[in-house]
């Protein structure tokens, strides 16, 4: 079955970096867009970033542009996602989630991961 | 941006149980919604998506409605198992929005 895993999460200071990584298993990876979307601490979600199935397309939340970097291999079936310039505003959750395309038109978070906790303070 | 607008943000209710959840757009978005279940430390479900066609496993007892800018998601019957925050997302037009979160409990 489908399986999404991510890691790399922890605890860092404001103004640093971190890496998060997604594996993926039980679908075909290099197949589909993939995206992360985090929870922070009481509230909601938050798309933060896509990429294409073939990693040349990317998007970027506003809230992150410039300072997020979304990447994949998929040679290795993972997804990442680099963090520079960490604020206390980028404590959440993050998760990744594959995206599936119903009748052409219809785009769904169709997979989703545990998640992976981030907490930037001092 | 699209706002997504959800409400109640939380409500209580008991097994057996037929709620409704409701969820706005600020601007038309035809029926390009989707929701999904969110229980603490698991990953998220999707349960409906293009507003009313139920995603492929989930119960029977979750449907959906709407077009344009009102839309509901209804639960009956309610299984011990749906105590969770169910959250509505739009996919008109990036960025991809979600409501703030509706908690079932």
């Known amino acids: 079955q489908v399986q999404l895993v991510e890691s790399g999460g922890g605890v860092v200071q404001p103004g640093k970096s971190l890496r998060l990584s997604c594996a993926a298993s039980g679908f075909t990876f290099s197949r589909y867009a993939m995206h992360w979307v985090r929870q922070a601490p009481g509230k909601g979600l938050e798309w933060v970033a896509s990429?294409?199935?073939?990693?040349?397309?990317?998007d970027y939340a506003e809230s992150v542009k410039g300072r997020f970097t979304i990447s994949r291999d998929n040679s290795k079936n993972i997804l990442y996602l680099q963090m520079d310039s960490l604020t206390v505003e980028d404590t959440a959750v993050y998760h990744c989630?594959?995206?599936?395309?119903?009748?052409?038109?219809?785009?769904?978070?169709?997979?989703w991961g545990r998640g992976t906790l981030v907490t930037v303070s001092s | 941006d699209i706002q997504m607008t959800q409400s109640p943000s939380s409500l209580s209710a008991s097994v057996g149980d037929t709620i409704t959840i409701t969820c706005r757009a600020s601007q038309n978005i035809r029926s390009y919604l989707n929701w999904y279940q969110l229980k603490p430390g698991t990953a998220p479900k999707v349960l409906i998506f293009a507003a009313s066609t139920l995603h492929s496993g989930g119960p029977s007892r979750f449907s959906g409605t709407g077009s344009g800018t009102d839309f509901t998601l209804t639960i009956t019957d309610l299984q011990p198992d749906d105590f969770a925050t169910y959250y509505c997302q739009q996919r008109y037009s990036d960025p991809r929005t979600f409501g703030q979160g509706t908690r079932v409990e």
């Open positions: 990429i294409s199935y073939a990693g040349r397309d990317k």
């Open positions: 989630a594959n995206e599936e395309i119903y009748s052409s038109y219809y785009y769904v978070f169709d997979n």
